[in-house]
């Protein structure tokens, strides 16, 4: 009798269970993000939870099929919203829904020193991204400007941590508003091209501190950015994808990190290293073409088998993968699982005039002798457009930002437009190879030939725009190679005195991503730095050539003279481009005008120079008190006066010495700006806050930031080169 009851009880409970097994799972989406992350998490076998940790194709990760958590898609960034690529492959798959609006590259919004201009970028690239039903945006970069080889620095934003990390926080704020995430990257130190898959980068703490991490550091802290991407190079001999150092202590430990750390494509190369030293997504291995062509499949990567086998035996600890998985799915409930996340747009008129905004406050007019410009219509009857880029894609190619857009009006359409076509003639002038990643290919076009037509037509008009720079070919402005030199590339110094020869009235507008020499400067009347400007670039130049748009965008690096004024290049091999295996920052703190100002080497421009079609005045520099304690803000306080005749915009800066100090310190640290926008004749008053905390160097022998005290020197100017008022603080 006992025993058919055991058997009876034991049957029901057995039926029971089945019954529990087969009852559906749901997650719990009534609670709070973290609590919801929680009940996922336990939710999910071990199997489940390395499988989030690495890619499932080319640019997407698995989500958990079986509870409904979505795959996680990634997209590049950071200038628009790259073509749909082939699931294995770089190759794109040929879509026809995903042709994107082109934003201007991220050094031209750097240039337009307006952070409200920032934060309508992200906006409105997240809203493109959101459309696209992407997950996580792959941008925006902050490597800071180090050398004008480096073939990215047309996606980062300069060479100042105060400004990157001020022009970064609201991009990732607009992005991620829409409920998509930007991964800022890359993390750290990838400051050039060349060996960037194995070059070993060291540099003293306080370059690190001061210089290369403050923009991350205002991405995570201020910004509270969702994602970060490793870098392909190596930092103090731990690959930075895998940095113990720079992922465990710094970004997770000090900065209280709690997004994603994602390797940047084909980035990992351990799976002990990889589990331990903070990586918590790994894509792009192997498959990827960078190496090979050749198949590895996904279930090979560092993070997935031999990570699953590791756990299994116990060699590593389960909450090594509960913090990867735990931050994966807080990503997703940020993102495609938030309840209120916004619809996002596509190429909407809005983006169109966002883009061409930002294009024309980006634009920095270099030199204007005798008012050269502007050009209203109808001042010339005759005008020569002459050079490559005036008709020329430059969204096209430069490696991974490279882009498939809706339109791309280029300058030639945007003078046509402007002036009329009976007004314009044009002619190439030099020509480049086609745009070819991982190989620079010649053009087959004569040079000669090419210049003597140009001649002919420049000794026609009235005028000659000359529209060249760089591009986005291989050693040129590219991902995944350095610029062979400072010099205008495709025999375009040669082009232009030969322009000069017959027509004095030669104006020069560059196109660039980099800084370039210019041998020919004393000779133009005119010069324009027009970086790379997207899908409204011929719009945006013409409407600052003619007037309708005063130019009032300012350089976010120094253009130099020559090559070996850069810092970086001043010590040799060993500091750039590295000794093939090793590289040291010899420079130290002293990158762009911190070294220029404080070896007094003239630049060709200064960091925060741009000319405009109006005049202003700084009015005197007055602050709060004259003494402060260390917790104390500094108020400063004065005008600007737009003194011409026409609208326009200024950026005040403030930049900061401290002369007396147990360490050497920059002549110049920018600690503030703010541009203002004038009516001819109108004053506002500026006010600016700077913390006296902020004054601090990282101090080596403490391992934290110091402000001695003593006295602070304040200058205000409009560029770094043209100081027009100091002031002396004192700091108890
Ligand atoms: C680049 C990243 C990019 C990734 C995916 C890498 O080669 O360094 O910036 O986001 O590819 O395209």
């Avoid at 991350?216 to 490793?230: L, N, P, T, Y």
């Avoid at 430990?253 to 750390?261: S, T």
């Avoid at 073409?289 to 050749?294: A, D, I, K, R």
Wanted: glycine share 8%; charged share 25%.
């Amino acid at each position: 009798m006992k025993s058919i009851v055991l058997t009876v009880t034991v049957l029901c409970a057995s039926l029971w269970a089945g019954a529990q097994q087969k009852q559906p799972v749901y997650l719990d989406l009534s609670q709070p993000l973290e609590k919801r992350v929680e009940n996922a998490l336990s939710l999910m076998t071990t199997e489940e939870k390395v499988s989030l940790c690495y890619a499932q194709s080319k640019f997407s990760s698995k989500g958990v099929p079986r509870l409904g958590i979505p795959e996680v898609w990634t997209d590049d960034g950071p200038h628009g919203i790259r073509e749909e690529v082939l699931w294995d492959e770089w190759g794109g798959a040929n879509w026809t829904n995903d042709s994107c609006t082109a934003f201007p590259a991220l050094t031209c919004l750097a240039a337009s020193f307006n952070p409200k201009l920032s934060l309508l970028y992200g906006k409105s690239i997240g809203e493109e991204a959101r459309y696209r039903n992407k997950t996580v945006l792959l941008g925006p970069g902050v490597n800071i400007y180090r050398t004008p080889l480096n073939g990215r620095n047309f996606e980062y934003m300069g060479e100042d941590p105060y400004l990157s990390s001020h022009m970064v926080v609201p991009y990732i704020q607009g992005v991620q508003s829409i409920g998509v995430a930007a991964c800022v990257k890359h993390f750290a130190l990838n400051n050039q091209e060349e060996w960037r898959g194995h070059i070993n980068v060291d540099l003293s703490d306080r370059a690190l501190y001061e210089i290369y991490l403050p923009a991350f550091k205002a991405a995570v802290q201020e910004a509270k950015v969702w994602s970060i991407m490793g870098a392909y190079n190596q930092f103090r001999g731990e690959h930075c994808c895998h940095n113990d150092l720079l992922l465990n202590k710094i970004l997770k430990n000090d900065w209280k990190f709690d997004g994603v750390v994602i390797s940047d494509w084909g980035g990992v190369h351990s799976t002990d290293q990889a589990v331990k030293n903070g990586l918590d997504l790994e894509m792009g291995t192997y498959t990827d073409g960078l190496t090979t062509n050749g198949k590895f499949p996904y279930s090979d990567y560092y993070l997935a088998k031999p990570f699953l086998k590791g756990i299994k035996e116990g060699k590593y600890d389960i909450a090594l993968l509960d913090d990867k998985a735990r931050r994966i799915l807080r990503l997703i409930f940020r993102t495609t699982m938030s309840a209120n996340r916004p619809y996002g747009r596509f190429v909407s008129p809005e983006h169109s005039e966002a883009a061409r905004k930002i294009a024309e406050e980006g634009i920095v007019l270099l030199k204007n002798d005798k008012q050269f410009f502007p050009i209203g219509s109808g001042k010339y009857k005759k005008i020569a457009v002459i050079g490559e880029n005036a008709d020329r894609s430059l969204v096209v190619g430069g490696g991974s930002s490279s882009l498939k857009v809706a339109y791309e009006k280029s300058p030639l359409e945007g003078l046509i437009a402007k002036y009329g076509k009976d007004h314009i003639t044009y002619s190439l002038g030099y020509a480049s190879g086609p745009a070819l990643y991982g190989r620079e290919e010649p053009s087959k076009l004569n040079a000669d030939s090419l210049i003597n037509a140009a001649v002919e037509v420049a000794k026609q008009a009235d005028v000659v725009f000359f529209i060249g720079g760089l591009n986005k070919n291989h050693f040129q402005d590219c991902e995944g190679g350095d610029r062979k030199s400072l010099s205008l590339p495709f025999g375009q110094d040669k082009l232009i005195d030969a322009l000069l020869k017959v027509n004095k009235n030669t104006a020069v507008v560059l196109l660039s991503g980099n800084a370039v020499s210019m041998p020919w400067i004393n000779k133009v009347p005119a010069i324009i730095q027009g970086w790379y400007l997207g899908s409204e670039a011929g719009n945006a130049l013409a409407e600052v050539i003619s007037g309708e748009v005063n130019p009032s965008g300012k350089l976010p690096f120094s253009f130099s003279k020559k090559l070996e004024d850069n810092a970086a290049h001043f010590y040799g091999k060993i500091s750039y481009p590295g000794d093939s295996i090793n590289q040291y920052y010899k420079e130290d703190i002293l990158v762009g005008y911190r070294w220029f100002d404080t070896k007094k080497i003239a630049p060709q421009y200064p960091f925060g120079y741009g000319l405009s079609y109006t005049s202003f005045n700084l009015g005197t520099l007055s602050t709060n008190k004259s003494v402060y304690s260390k917790e104390d803000v500094i108020k400063v306080r004065f005008t600007v006066k737009n003194t011409g005749a026409r609208y326009g915009a200024e950026v005040a800066q403030l930049y900061v010495n401290d002369p007396v100090c147990s360490v050497s310190r920059p002549v110049k640290e920018l600690k503030a700006f703010e541009k203002v926008f004038l009516q001819p004749g109108e004053t506002k008053v500026v006010e600016m806050d700077v913390k006296v905390s902020d004054l601090a160097f990282y101090d080596e022998s403490r391992k934290d930031w110091n402000v001695e005290a003593g006295d602070f020197i304040l200058q205000l100017g409009n560029s770094s080169g043209n100081i027009s008022q100091k002031l002396k603080i004192t700091v108890k």
